[in-house]
T-cell receptor, first 114, second 112 residues
Framework: AQSVAQPEDQVNVAEGNPLTVKCTYSVSGNPYLFWYVQYPNRGLQFLLKYITGDNLVKGSYGFEAEFNKSQTSFHLKKPSALVSDSALYFCAVRDMNRDDKIIFGKGTRLHILP | EAQVTQNPRYLITVTGKKLTVTCSQNMNHEYMSWYRQDPGLGLRQIYYSMNVEVTDKGDVPEGYKVSRKEKRNFPLILESPSPNQTSLYFC???????????FGEGSRLTVL
């Protein structure tokens, strides 16, 4: 069955430090992987996606994510965190063989401390 | 401007009073979906549609109905709302397969 896990409910990082938000997935076919961000009282916004090709994907606002097939992971990273990065982050997976289903993780709340 | 528009944004209603949350997209997307967001549970899919006149249940369809008569519109219908349907609802759309989802701003529903 298709699933996504975000093992951390909350991540705290000091401003200027690198950040990582973890995501692991399970699909029967090849995955399409996505990261979204949600700011307070707003809808989710697309950050980046992995479809195929280079395992390191670059996205909006300086974020990047690394696809690791052997570990079935797609961790979100940023070299230097900003206070404005504080938000709720969702990982999502879409099975290439079943493009109707898009499964979201439970979300990780990122706090960037000044 | 490419967007997904939901209405109403906020609604307080009473148990049993039928309501409809509208969703419209202007990107000619085939795929549309409704999610509900609850604390600690993340986003859960209610219904989705692969194209006009094609709809299917997501993970939590009980108590909801949808229709897709036109490509741009995908309304969510609560025939007899109950308090456990108090939630934040999101409509989203995308191109098929590789497309990322575009989300509306959300509709916060309270059922008393």
């Amino acid at each position: 069955a298709q699933s996504v896990a975000q093992p951390e409910d909350q991540v705290n990082v000091a401003e200027g430090n690198p950040l990582t938000v973890k995501c692991t997935y399970s699909v029967s076919g090849n995955p399409y992987l996505f990261w979204y961000v949600q700011y307070p009282n707003r809808g989710l916004q697309f950050l980046l996606k992995y479809i195929t090709g280079d395992n390191l994907v670059k996205g909006s606002y300086g974020f990047e994510a690394e696809f690791n097939k052997s570990q079935t992971s797609f961790h979100l990273k940023k070299p230097s965190a900003l206070v404005s990065d504080s938000a709720l982050y969702f990982c999502a997976v879409r099975d290439m063989n079943r493009d109707d289903k898009i499964i979201f993780g439970k979300g990780t709340r990122l706090h960037i401390l000044p | 401007e490419a967007q997904v528009t939901q209405n109403p944004r906020y609604l307080i209603t009473v148990t049993g009073k039928k309501l409809t949350v509208t969703c419209s997209q202007n990107m000619n997307h085939e795929y549309m979906s409704w999610y509900r967001q609850d604390p600690g549970l993340g986003l859960r899919q209610i219904y989705y549609s692969m194209n006009v006149e094609v709809t299917d249940k997501g993970d939590v369809p009980e108590g909801y109905k949808v229709s897709r008569k036109e490509k741009r519109n995908f309304p969510l219908i609560l025939e007899s709302p109950s308090p456990n349907q108090t939630s934040l609802y999101f409509c989203a759309s995308s191109y098929r397969v590789v497309g990322e989802l575009f989300f509306g701003e959300g509709s916060r529903l309270t059922v008393l």
